[in-house]
């Protein structure tokens, strides 16, 4: 065998396990689809659960307490960039010389 066509039967086996992979992601999300009636919202929401990246919320005080906290964020934000951008608007203009060559 050729190095040529070993290289080509490899491409072959690397682009087939791809396609088998491919086949196997698209299965695996068609069906989970199926599951939640096909709604990608309630999906990426049960992922989203699942992987701990958010938190159900299941009384008004654990709603209140998320809202709260965001709002702090905010509120933060907010004090730190006003000064910075009072500033960048009202900083002095300097005027530039311009001096004749001699």
């Avoid at 087939?16 to 999906?43: D, P, R």
């Avoid at 938190?55 to 964020?73: A, C, R």
Wanted: net charge positive.
């Amino acid at each position: 065998m050729t190095t040529k066509s070993s290289s080509t039967a490899a491409g072959k086996a690397i682009l087939g396990m791809g396609a088998l992979i491919s086949l196997w992601v698209a299965a695996s999300f068609a069906g989970a689809l199926y599951q939640v009636n096909w709604s990608v919202s309630e999906l990426a929401r049960q992922y989203m659960v699942a992987t701990g990246m958010i938190k159900p919320l299941h009384t008004m005080v654990d709603f209140y307490t998320h809202i709260k906290g965001i709002e702090y964020l905010i509120c933060v934000a907010f004090f730190v960039a006003f000064p910075v951008f009072f500033k960048y608007i009202n900083k002095e203009k300097k005027s530039a010389l311009a001096r004749a060559k001699q």
